[in-house]
Protein backbone atom coordinates (compact mmCIF):
# COMPACT_ATOMS: atom_id res chain seq x y z
CA UNK A 1 0.00 0.00 0.00
CA UNK A 2 1.46 3.50 -0.91
CA UNK A 3 2.30 5.58 1.46
CA UNK A 4 0.13 9.10 1.72
CA UNK A 5 1.74 12.18 1.29
CA UNK A 6 0.98 15.13 2.87
CA UNK A 7 0.20 18.58 0.74
CA UNK A 8 1.01 22.11 1.54
CA UNK A 9 -1.91 22.83 3.74
CA UNK A 10 -1.31 19.35 5.29
CA UNK A 11 2.45 20.80 6.46
CA UNK A 12 0.91 24.26 7.86
CA UNK A 13 -1.07 22.09 10.13
CA UNK A 14 1.41 19.63 11.56
CA UNK A 15 3.25 20.46 14.41
CA UNK A 16 6.42 17.66 14.78
CA UNK A 17 7.75 15.46 12.32
CA UNK A 18 10.44 13.04 11.77
CA UNK A 19 13.22 14.00 9.51
CA UNK A 20 14.56 11.67 7.14
CA UNK A 21 17.97 11.20 5.39
CA UNK A 22 19.31 8.04 4.06
CA UNK A 23 22.87 7.51 1.81
CA UNK A 24 22.34 4.67 -0.33
CA UNK A 25 25.13 2.19 -2.37
CA UNK A 26 25.61 4.10 -5.65
CA UNK A 27 27.82 3.74 -8.34
CA UNK A 28 28.98 6.67 -11.56
CA UNK A 29 25.65 7.23 -12.96
CA UNK A 30 23.29 5.82 -10.41
CA UNK A 31 21.21 9.02 -9.54
CA UNK A 32 20.96 10.08 -13.18
CA UNK A 33 19.51 6.28 -14.37
CA UNK A 34 17.84 6.12 -11.27
CA UNK A 35 19.74 2.73 -10.53
CA UNK A 36 18.62 1.00 -13.39
CA UNK A 37 20.47 -1.78 -12.82
CA UNK A 38 19.08 -4.75 -11.24
CA UNK A 39 22.33 -6.16 -9.48
CA UNK A 40 22.84 -2.74 -8.30
CA UNK A 41 19.96 -1.47 -6.38
CA UNK A 42 19.92 1.37 -4.12
CA UNK A 43 20.50 -0.17 -0.39
CA UNK A 44 20.53 1.81 2.76
CA UNK A 45 24.41 2.64 4.43
CA UNK A 46 23.75 5.05 6.40
CA UNK A 47 19.95 6.77 8.43
CA UNK A 48 19.95 9.69 10.01
CA UNK A 49 16.84 10.97 12.03
CA UNK A 50 15.86 13.85 13.90
CA UNK A 51 12.60 14.48 15.77
CA UNK A 52 11.42 18.18 15.03
CA UNK A 53 8.89 20.37 16.43
CA UNK A 54 7.76 22.43 13.52
CA UNK A 55 6.11 25.26 15.17
CA UNK A 56 8.62 26.12 17.65
CA UNK A 57 11.61 25.02 15.22
CA UNK A 58 13.02 22.91 17.72
CA UNK A 59 15.33 20.13 16.45
CA UNK A 60 14.07 17.47 19.92
CA UNK A 61 16.25 14.01 19.31
CA UNK A 62 18.55 12.42 16.90
CA UNK A 63 19.51 8.74 15.89
CA UNK A 64 22.37 7.63 13.54
CA UNK A 65 23.30 4.43 11.99
CA UNK A 66 25.28 2.79 8.96
CA UNK A 67 24.08 -0.36 7.50
CA UNK A 68 25.77 -3.07 6.36
CA UNK A 69 24.11 -3.60 2.31
CA UNK A 70 23.27 -6.70 1.57
CA UNK A 71 23.21 -7.39 -2.83
CA UNK A 72 26.78 -5.26 -2.40
CA UNK A 73 28.28 -5.11 0.71
CA UNK A 74 31.41 -3.87 -0.69
CA UNK A 75 30.73 -0.01 -1.54
CA UNK A 76 32.53 1.25 -5.00
CA UNK A 77 35.22 3.91 -5.10
CA UNK A 78 32.47 6.02 -6.18
CA UNK A 79 30.24 6.11 -3.16
CA UNK A 80 33.06 5.93 -0.35
CA UNK A 81 34.23 9.21 -1.77
CA UNK A 82 30.75 10.70 -2.14
CA UNK A 83 29.62 9.57 1.03
CA UNK A 84 33.00 9.29 2.90
CA UNK A 85 32.51 6.07 5.07
CA UNK A 86 34.64 3.71 5.23
CA UNK A 87 34.84 0.37 3.60
CA UNK A 88 35.82 -1.14 7.18
CA UNK A 89 32.85 1.12 9.07
CA UNK A 90 30.04 -1.00 6.94
CA UNK A 91 32.12 -4.24 7.67
CA UNK A 92 31.34 -3.34 11.20
CA UNK A 93 28.05 -2.01 10.57
CA UNK A 94 24.62 -4.24 11.25
CA UNK A 95 22.48 -5.45 8.73
CA UNK A 96 19.26 -3.18 8.13
CA UNK A 97 16.74 -5.13 9.88
CA UNK A 98 19.03 -4.96 13.42
CA UNK A 99 19.18 -1.08 12.63
CA UNK A 100 15.73 -1.02 11.83
CA UNK A 101 14.86 -2.28 15.45
CA UNK A 102 16.67 0.22 17.00
CA UNK A 103 14.83 2.67 14.53
CA UNK A 104 11.23 1.59 16.22
CA UNK A 105 12.91 2.05 19.71
CA UNK A 106 13.95 4.94 18.73
CA UNK A 107 10.69 6.53 17.75
CA UNK A 108 9.24 5.53 21.45
CA UNK A 109 11.84 6.96 23.44
CA UNK A 110 11.48 10.37 21.09
CA UNK A 111 8.08 10.21 21.35
CA UNK A 112 7.61 10.40 17.66
CA UNK A 113 5.85 7.62 16.73
CA UNK A 114 3.13 8.22 14.04
CA UNK A 115 4.75 10.71 13.51
CA UNK A 116 4.82 11.91 9.67
CA UNK A 117 8.33 11.93 8.31
CA UNK A 118 9.76 14.62 6.22
CA UNK A 119 12.31 14.23 3.70
CA UNK A 120 14.37 15.82 0.66
CA UNK A 121 12.84 13.83 -2.26
CA UNK A 122 12.27 10.15 -2.36
CA UNK A 123 13.90 8.76 0.83
CA UNK A 124 11.02 7.07 2.43
CA UNK A 125 10.39 5.17 -0.74
CA UNK A 126 14.11 3.94 -1.08
CA UNK A 127 13.68 3.15 2.92
CA UNK A 128 10.32 0.86 2.38
CA UNK A 129 11.31 -0.82 -0.54
CA UNK A 130 15.01 -1.90 1.14
CA UNK A 131 12.89 -3.20 4.03
CA UNK A 132 10.94 -5.25 1.73
CA UNK A 133 13.97 -6.81 0.37
CA UNK A 134 15.55 -7.26 3.27
CA UNK A 135 12.19 -9.25 4.87
CA UNK A 136 11.83 -6.62 7.43
CA UNK A 137 9.03 -4.20 8.55
CA UNK A 138 9.00 -0.34 7.89
CA UNK A 139 9.24 1.09 11.34
CA UNK A 140 7.42 3.84 10.00
CA UNK A 141 4.54 1.82 8.61
CA UNK A 142 1.38 4.07 7.14
CA UNK A 143 2.56 7.56 8.57
CA UNK A 144 2.18 10.35 6.45
CA UNK A 145 4.96 11.40 4.19
CA UNK A 146 6.37 14.85 3.51
CA UNK A 147 8.34 15.64 0.07
CA UNK A 148 10.21 18.71 0.62
CA UNK A 149 11.13 18.81 -2.64
CA UNK A 150 7.94 18.61 -4.43
CA UNK A 151 6.32 20.99 -1.67
CA UNK A 152 9.13 23.55 -2.90
CA UNK A 153 8.20 23.18 -6.77
CA UNK A 154 4.43 23.36 -5.42
CA UNK A 155 4.89 26.59 -4.01
CA UNK A 156 7.29 28.15 -5.98
CA UNK A 157 5.54 27.26 -9.43
CA UNK A 158 7.80 24.84 -11.17
CA UNK A 159 6.92 23.04 -13.99
CA UNK A 160 6.14 19.28 -13.86
CA UNK A 161 9.51 17.43 -13.89
CA UNK A 162 11.63 20.29 -13.71
CA UNK A 163 14.39 19.90 -11.24
CA UNK A 164 14.38 21.82 -7.99
CA UNK A 165 18.15 21.25 -6.73
CA UNK A 166 18.59 21.09 -3.22
CA UNK A 167 21.90 23.68 -2.80
CA UNK A 168 20.66 26.07 -5.16
CA UNK A 169 17.60 26.54 -3.78
CA UNK A 170 19.34 26.76 -0.21
CA UNK A 171 21.05 29.64 -2.03
CA UNK A 172 17.94 31.36 -2.92
CA UNK A 173 16.21 30.84 0.50
CA UNK A 174 19.09 32.47 2.26
CA UNK A 175 19.88 29.41 4.28
CA UNK A 176 22.91 28.52 6.19
CA UNK A 177 25.72 26.13 4.47
CA UNK A 178 25.56 22.42 5.57
CA UNK A 179 29.75 21.43 5.18
CA UNK A 180 28.85 17.97 5.92
CA UNK A 181 26.37 17.20 2.91
CA UNK A 182 26.27 13.37 2.13
CA UNK A 183 26.19 12.45 5.99
CA UNK A 184 23.06 11.19 6.97
CA UNK A 185 22.50 13.32 10.07
CA UNK A 186 23.98 16.47 8.80
CA UNK A 187 21.23 15.88 5.90
CA UNK A 188 18.41 15.10 8.27
CA UNK A 189 19.01 18.08 10.72
CA UNK A 190 20.03 20.36 8.03
CA UNK A 191 15.99 19.85 6.66
CA UNK A 192 15.05 21.78 9.55
CA UNK A 193 15.86 25.11 8.23
CA UNK A 194 13.98 24.25 5.10
CA UNK A 195 11.23 23.46 6.83
CA UNK A 196 11.31 26.89 8.68
CA UNK A 197 11.41 28.86 5.08
CA UNK A 198 8.83 26.32 4.06
CA UNK A 199 6.50 27.40 7.04
CA UNK A 200 7.35 31.21 6.96
CA UNK A 201 6.42 31.35 3.44
CA UNK A 202 3.05 29.58 3.83
CA UNK A 203 2.40 32.03 6.51
CA UNK A 204 3.08 34.75 4.32
CA UNK A 205 0.72 33.52 1.19
CA UNK A 206 -1.99 32.80 3.54
CA UNK A 207 -2.14 36.63 4.89
CA UNK A 208 -1.67 37.51 1.37
CA UNK A 209 -5.10 35.53 0.45
CA UNK A 210 -7.15 35.55 3.78
CA UNK A 211 -9.15 33.14 4.09
CA UNK A 212 -8.12 30.02 1.20
CA UNK A 213 -8.08 26.62 2.21
CA UNK A 214 -5.89 25.74 -0.20
CA UNK A 215 -2.16 26.85 -1.20
CA UNK A 216 -1.86 27.10 -5.26
CA UNK A 217 1.62 27.51 -7.05
CA UNK A 218 2.30 31.03 -8.06
CA UNK A 219 4.63 32.45 -10.68
CA UNK A 220 7.65 33.80 -9.38
CA UNK A 221 10.70 34.24 -11.78
CA UNK A 222 13.22 34.72 -8.89
CA UNK A 223 12.41 31.36 -7.19
CA UNK A 224 12.81 29.40 -10.13
CA UNK A 225 15.80 27.46 -10.74
CA UNK A 226 17.52 24.73 -11.91
CA UNK A 227 14.54 23.91 -14.66
CA UNK A 228 16.65 21.47 -16.98
CA UNK A 229 18.69 18.09 -16.44
CA UNK A 230 18.42 15.30 -13.21
CA UNK A 231 17.49 16.03 -9.34
CA UNK A 232 20.53 15.67 -6.95
CA UNK A 233 19.41 14.48 -3.59
Not at 12 to 39: F, K, M, N, Q
Not at 42 to 61: M, Q, R, S
Request: hydrophobic letters at 35%; aromatic letters at 6%; a negative charge.
Amino acid sequence: MPVPLVDLDGFYGTHRVILLDLELTCWEGSLESDWSDPARPPEVIEIGLAAYDILHGNVLDTFSARVRPRVNPVLSEYCKSLVRISQDEIDRSRPLAAVLENVGDWCIRARATDVPTCSWGSDRGFLSADAGCSNCGDPFGLSPHMDLRSMFQSLLGYPSGAACERDRLREVLGLGPNHHRHRALDDAVDLAQFCRALRRRLAVRREEVPGTSSLRSHDDSDDRMGRHGSTPR
